[in-house]
Every structure is written in C-alpha cells, then in structure tokens.
C-alpha cells in the first residue's frame, strides 16, 4: 500500500490509471519560496516535504509518495490564484506564450528518499479578455497553479504540449512508476503481473 500524502483529486486518479492501490494522507505544509530558489528547485523541495511530513506522521510504516507542480514563465512562479483579478492576470501573462511546468515526485521507502523532475513545456492561444473571464467564472482556474487546468475545459487552451501531459495533471507517471519500480514497490504492468497472465 502507497501512501499519497496529498488531497489532489486528479493524483488520486493518476494512481488509479496506473493500478497503484494508494490511501491518501493529505498534509498541511507552507508553500512559498525561498528568496532566490529556482521553480524547479521549489517543486523538488516541496514533494520531499509533503513526503517526509506524512512519513513522519505515519511513524514510518508504509511507503510516501509527495509530489508538487509548479507553473512557471520568464523564472516567476504562478501558484493557485488569489481572487479573480489574479487569475485573469495570469492567464493574460499565459496567453500566447510557452511557460514551463515542473512536476516533482519524491518516495520515502525504507529510510531512503528518491525523487525525480517532469519538466514540461505548454503553450497557450492568445486569450481574450472574454476568454479569461468566462473561464474564471466555470469555477475551474480558482485552486489550480497558473489558473488553467489541463485535464479540464483548460483543454481548450492549450495550442501545444512538449513533456509530459500526466505531470502538468500533477504526478508524472512515467516518473512515478521509475520511482515505484526502483524501491520494489508495483503498478499494475509489473514483471509479476506480467507473468502471472501469461
């Protein structure tokens, strides 16, 4: 049993897509960066945190998996919006424009910590101001980094993708499952598994 030590609805059902048998232990963590850390530098340390905290809560007794994502254009960090105002103003610094999204993975098992990167560029068509404010008032942008979901009508945005589509979701499987196959631990397309439906 995988730990997830996250709320995230859409890494819960990443791990579904990949047949991990998961529980989840959301964690409370302050996520702002340090003076001068890089985006990618940030995502890394905040899937170990989340990742160490729930480990610790759990006194140790099953396998954490943190993840973080974060948005990223010309160096700056765009997390979940503020209000309305914040999220149009990011979507309109989006528009027409390739940001990056880094997506970090870390697994505390057996008293080690592994982790890896996704680094994934997106780029968004030009947005108009009734694009932005239509999107903002579907709900969708209010608790997603850079005020777009990909999974959802944010979709509609995306003109083109260059990475990892699951790691702008939020947990880059290709990366997860590395990680997961390096501690021993199983997806649902295993060596084991494989033989067994042979």
Known sequence: MLV??????RRRELLDQIGVAWQAH????????????????????????KAQTAHDALAGSWPVLGADTVVSID?????????R????????????RTHTVFSAVALIHQGGCHQALSTTQVRLRE??????????ASGEPAD??????????GALFVAHIQGS?????GLPLFETGALL??????????????????
Not at 75 to 83: E, F, S, T, V, Y
Not at 144 to 153: C, E, F, P, R, T
Not at 165 to 169: A, L
């Open 4 to 9: 997830l030590a996250s709320a995230s609805p």
């Open 26 to 49: 959301p964690v409370d963590v302050e996520e702002i960066p340090l003076a001068g850390e890089s985006p990618q530098d940030f995502a890394r340390r905040m899937a170990v945190t």
């Open 75 to 83: 160096g700056a960090i765009l997390g979940k919006p503020r209000d």
């Open 85 to 96: 105002d914040d999220a149009l103003a990011m979507l309109g610094r989006l528009s027409g």
């Open 127 to 136: 947005l108009t101001p009734a694009d932005r404010a239509a999107y903002w």
């Open 144 to 153: 997603k980094a850079g005020a777009y979901g990909i999974q959802g009508l």
């Open 165 to 169: 589509y699951s790691g702008v979701v």
């Open 181 to 198: 196959r390096r501690c021993g631990l199983k997806s649902a397309i295993d060596h084991d598994t494989l033989k067994a439906s042979q």
